[in-house]
Protein backbone atom coordinates (compact mmCIF):
# COMPACT_ATOMS: atom_id res chain seq x y z
CA UNK A 1 0.00 0.00 0.00
CA UNK A 2 1.43 3.53 -0.75
CA UNK A 3 0.98 4.45 3.07
CA UNK A 4 3.95 1.84 3.82
CA UNK A 5 5.86 3.06 0.92
CA UNK A 6 5.64 6.88 2.35
CA UNK A 7 6.94 5.89 5.68
CA UNK A 8 9.79 3.52 4.07
CA UNK A 9 10.36 6.68 1.86
CA UNK A 10 10.57 9.36 4.75
CA UNK A 11 13.33 7.17 5.67
CA UNK A 12 14.97 7.79 3.26
CA UNK A 13 14.62 4.26 1.01
CA UNK A 14 14.87 5.49 -2.29
CA UNK A 15 12.98 2.42 -3.91
CA UNK A 16 10.37 3.36 -1.82
CA UNK A 17 10.33 6.97 -3.20
CA UNK A 18 10.14 5.45 -6.93
CA UNK A 19 7.06 3.46 -5.86
CA UNK A 20 5.37 6.42 -3.75
CA UNK A 21 5.96 8.08 -7.60
CA UNK A 22 4.33 5.01 -9.53
CA UNK A 23 1.56 4.52 -7.22
CA UNK A 24 0.70 8.68 -7.27
CA UNK A 25 1.04 8.40 -11.15
CA UNK A 26 -1.72 5.48 -11.17
CA UNK A 27 -3.90 7.37 -9.01
CA UNK A 28 -3.78 10.48 -11.12
CA UNK A 29 -2.01 12.99 -8.68
CA UNK A 30 1.01 13.48 -11.71
CA UNK A 31 2.33 16.63 -9.47
CA UNK A 32 2.87 13.85 -6.58
CA UNK A 33 4.71 11.60 -8.49
CA UNK A 34 6.66 14.33 -9.64
CA UNK A 35 7.92 15.15 -6.46
CA UNK A 36 8.64 11.52 -5.64
CA UNK A 37 10.36 10.58 -8.99
CA UNK A 38 12.79 14.00 -8.47
CA UNK A 39 13.63 12.61 -4.69
CA UNK A 40 14.27 9.24 -6.20
CA UNK A 41 16.33 10.81 -9.26
CA UNK A 42 18.31 12.88 -6.84
CA UNK A 43 19.55 9.70 -5.23
CA UNK A 44 20.78 8.53 -8.50
CA UNK A 45 17.67 5.75 -8.94
CA UNK A 46 17.91 5.52 -12.90
CA UNK A 47 14.63 4.48 -13.37
CA UNK A 48 13.18 7.44 -11.45
CA UNK A 49 15.25 9.10 -14.14
CA UNK A 50 13.88 7.46 -16.74
CA UNK A 51 10.59 8.12 -15.34
CA UNK A 52 11.11 11.84 -14.99
CA UNK A 53 12.62 11.89 -18.21
CA UNK A 54 9.21 10.99 -19.85
CA UNK A 55 7.07 13.17 -17.62
CA UNK A 56 9.03 15.70 -19.33
CA UNK A 57 8.24 14.47 -23.28
CA UNK A 58 4.48 13.55 -21.98
CA UNK A 59 3.95 16.98 -20.50
CA UNK A 60 2.83 14.63 -17.81
CA UNK A 61 3.04 16.72 -14.57
CA UNK A 62 5.50 18.79 -15.86
CA UNK A 63 4.90 21.22 -18.38
CA UNK A 64 6.24 19.27 -21.98
CA UNK A 65 9.74 19.85 -21.86
CA UNK A 66 12.47 17.78 -24.09
CA UNK A 67 15.64 20.33 -23.11
CA UNK A 68 14.37 18.61 -19.33
CA UNK A 69 13.78 15.13 -20.57
CA UNK A 70 17.30 15.21 -22.49
CA UNK A 71 18.50 15.78 -19.04
CA UNK A 72 17.00 13.20 -17.69
CA UNK A 73 17.33 10.57 -20.09
CA UNK A 74 21.11 11.16 -20.16
CA UNK A 75 21.26 10.80 -16.61
CA UNK A 76 19.74 7.36 -16.31
CA UNK A 77 21.68 6.59 -20.12
CA UNK A 78 24.83 7.06 -18.74
CA UNK A 79 24.27 4.75 -16.05
CA UNK A 80 23.74 2.11 -18.34
CA UNK A 81 19.54 2.31 -18.82
CA UNK A 82 18.79 0.94 -22.18
CA UNK A 83 15.04 2.90 -22.47
CA UNK A 84 17.20 6.09 -21.92
CA UNK A 85 19.68 5.28 -24.34
CA UNK A 86 17.31 4.28 -26.95
CA UNK A 87 15.25 7.48 -26.10
CA UNK A 88 18.17 9.58 -26.68
CA UNK A 89 18.81 7.90 -29.83
CA UNK A 90 15.49 8.54 -31.03
CA UNK A 91 15.71 12.35 -30.05
CA UNK A 92 18.98 12.39 -31.90
CA UNK A 93 17.49 10.91 -34.88
CA UNK A 94 14.68 12.71 -34.83
CA UNK A 95 16.16 16.14 -33.92
CA UNK A 96 14.14 16.02 -30.57
CA UNK A 97 14.99 18.53 -27.99
CA UNK A 98 18.33 19.54 -29.28
CA UNK A 99 20.31 19.12 -32.86
CA UNK A 100 20.02 16.07 -35.17
CA UNK A 101 22.90 14.61 -35.09
CA UNK A 102 22.99 10.55 -36.75
CA UNK A 103 26.14 9.73 -35.36
CA UNK A 104 25.54 10.03 -31.68
CA UNK A 105 21.89 8.32 -32.72
CA UNK A 106 24.00 5.22 -33.62
CA UNK A 107 25.83 5.42 -30.77
CA UNK A 108 22.86 5.54 -28.03
CA UNK A 109 20.96 2.87 -30.42
CA UNK A 110 24.27 0.56 -30.17
CA UNK A 111 24.20 1.22 -26.06
CA UNK A 112 20.77 0.48 -25.71
CA UNK A 113 20.88 -2.93 -27.98
CA UNK A 114 23.87 -4.33 -26.00
CA UNK A 115 22.21 -3.84 -23.36
CA UNK A 116 19.15 -5.75 -25.02
CA UNK A 117 16.91 -3.21 -25.92
CA UNK A 118 14.91 -4.92 -28.36
CA UNK A 119 13.35 -1.91 -29.97
CA UNK A 120 17.16 -0.54 -30.58
CA UNK A 121 18.11 -3.99 -32.45
CA UNK A 122 15.54 -3.19 -35.04
CA UNK A 123 16.72 0.84 -35.43
CA UNK A 124 20.21 -0.46 -36.10
CA UNK A 125 19.39 -2.46 -38.68
CA UNK A 126 17.81 0.63 -40.47
CA UNK A 127 20.29 2.83 -39.71
CA UNK A 128 22.91 -0.06 -41.24
CA UNK A 129 20.71 -0.80 -43.65
CA UNK A 130 20.55 3.28 -45.10
CA UNK A 131 24.09 4.09 -43.78
CA UNK A 132 22.59 6.63 -41.58
CA UNK A 133 24.66 7.99 -39.33
CA UNK A 134 27.33 4.66 -40.06
CA UNK A 135 28.67 3.18 -43.23
CA UNK A 136 26.36 0.99 -45.17
CA UNK A 137 26.45 -2.15 -43.81
CA UNK A 138 24.11 -4.96 -45.16
CA UNK A 139 25.76 -7.76 -43.38
CA UNK A 140 24.98 -5.37 -40.05
CA UNK A 141 22.23 -4.81 -41.02
CA UNK A 142 20.91 -8.06 -41.18
CA UNK A 143 22.92 -8.94 -37.66
CA UNK A 144 20.24 -6.56 -36.18
CA UNK A 145 17.22 -7.18 -37.95
CA UNK A 146 17.45 -11.08 -37.47
CA UNK A 147 18.20 -10.11 -33.76
CA UNK A 148 14.91 -7.71 -33.78
CA UNK A 149 12.91 -10.49 -35.67
CA UNK A 150 13.94 -13.08 -33.03
CA UNK A 151 12.45 -10.98 -30.73
CA UNK A 152 8.84 -10.97 -31.83
CA UNK A 153 9.20 -7.26 -34.42
CA UNK A 154 7.17 -8.05 -37.21
CA UNK A 155 8.75 -5.47 -39.29
CA UNK A 156 11.77 -6.89 -39.00
CA UNK A 157 10.93 -10.38 -39.63
CA UNK A 158 9.54 -9.01 -42.90
CA UNK A 159 13.09 -6.90 -43.82
CA UNK A 160 15.15 -10.35 -42.55
CA UNK A 161 13.00 -12.51 -45.01
CA UNK A 162 13.87 -10.08 -47.96
CA UNK A 163 17.18 -10.05 -46.86
CA UNK A 164 17.19 -13.58 -47.03
CA UNK A 165 15.19 -14.25 -50.34
CA UNK A 166 17.74 -11.88 -52.34
CA UNK A 167 20.68 -12.79 -50.57
CA UNK A 168 21.37 -9.33 -49.04
CA UNK A 169 24.21 -9.24 -46.40
CA UNK A 170 23.58 -13.03 -46.03
CA UNK A 171 23.67 -15.96 -48.03
CA UNK A 172 20.32 -16.43 -50.23
CA UNK A 173 18.29 -18.80 -48.54
CA UNK A 174 14.72 -18.91 -49.32
CA UNK A 175 13.28 -21.70 -46.98
CA UNK A 176 14.51 -19.19 -43.96
CA UNK A 177 13.14 -16.82 -46.18
CA UNK A 178 9.63 -18.62 -46.11
CA UNK A 179 10.17 -18.71 -42.61
CA UNK A 180 10.63 -15.18 -41.55
CA UNK A 181 7.38 -14.27 -43.87
CA UNK A 182 5.25 -16.84 -42.16
Do not use: F
Amino acid sequence: SINWYEKAAALGDVESMYWVAECYLKLKQASKSIDWYRKAAEKNYQDAMLRLGECYRNGTGVPLNYAESTKWYRLAADQGNAAAQYQLGYYYENEIGGTKDLVAAVKWYSKAANNGYSKAYYKLGDCYSKGMGCNKNAKEAAKWYEKAAENGNVKAQNKIGNYYNYGIGVRKNTSTAYKWYN
